[in-house]
């Protein structure tokens, strides 16, 4: 399996555009999270999605930010207008819901400035 | 917010030595698990500890549980540099129904000097 795949690994844009961080899910698994790392503020979770259904978005900053699944192996994640404070490396990570214990497989990251 | 805290912060050791790390958090958990962070990449997930497990090996690695004094501790041992990232914990509720995201700590930045 080739993992999760995030697309693009890096993004430099001005502030004020629209941004649009992109996620493959491992098949089969049906949670995915979208997570905010930055020195400041460490790893923080956006949003998590079961089954393709936001369970959890109380982390997503403010409407600036938006997430979608329209289905099971594809995922968004936007800001617009972008601003140089959203500037951090986003991961995307996803896992098999079950019952017991999820474990969470992490993309490498899109590294996001915002100038 | 981060639930967990792992101490210590920062760590710098020799090859060959045993690192630890520890981690404490606040509400009754279904699991706890650690994490590997090499400097830019992905967390990799290392083990998995279930609430009613006191411990567990995995390779080099020995994790500890305490549902008392809810913390836990991760035991690398005979150390590398290959070793060197970050560790963090992470862990799954109880009775969390439907959401069953992971709470994460801070993390801790372990250098392993050759």
């Known amino acids: 399996d080739a993992g999760v795949i995030q697309s693009p690994r890096h993004e430099v844009t001005e502030m004020g555009q629209e941004v649009t961080l992109r996620c493959k899910p491992i098949s089969g698994h049906n949670s995915l999270f979208w997570y905010r790392q930055t020195m400041m503020r460490g790893l923080e979770l956006l949003i998590y999605f079961n089954n393709n259904v936001p369970i959890d978005d109380s982390g997503m900053p403010e409407d600036r930010f938006s997430a979608k699944m329209p289905n099971a192996s594809f995922s968004t994640l936007k800001i617009q207008p972008s601003e140089p404070r959203d500037s951090a490396v986003y991961f995307c990570a996803s896992s098999k819901y079950l019952q017991g214990p999820s474990v969470a497989f992490f993309g490498q990251g899109t590294r996001l400035t915002v100038v | 917010s981060q639930q967990g805290e792992e101490d210590p912060q920062a760590l710098s050791i020799q090859e060959g030595e045993n690192a630890t790390m520890n981690c404490s958090y606040k509400?009754?958990?279904?699991?706890l698990q650690w994490y590997r962070q090499n400097s830019g990449r992905g967390l990799v997930h290392l083990i998995l500890i279930r609430s009613n497990e006191r411990e567990k090996h995995s390779g080099r690695l020995r994790v500890t549980l305490d549902t008392s004094k809810k913390s836990s501790s991760l035991l690398i041992t005979a150390s590398r540099a290959a070793d060197t990232a970050s560790y963090f914990c992470?862990?799954?509720?109880?009775?969390?129904?439907?959401?069953?995201?992971?709470?994460w700590g801070l993390g801790t930045s372990l250098a392993v000097n050759p």
């Open positions: 992470a862990t799954v509720r109880a009775n969390a129904g439907n959401n069953r995201k992971l709470i």
């Open positions: 509400t009754s958990i279904n699991n």
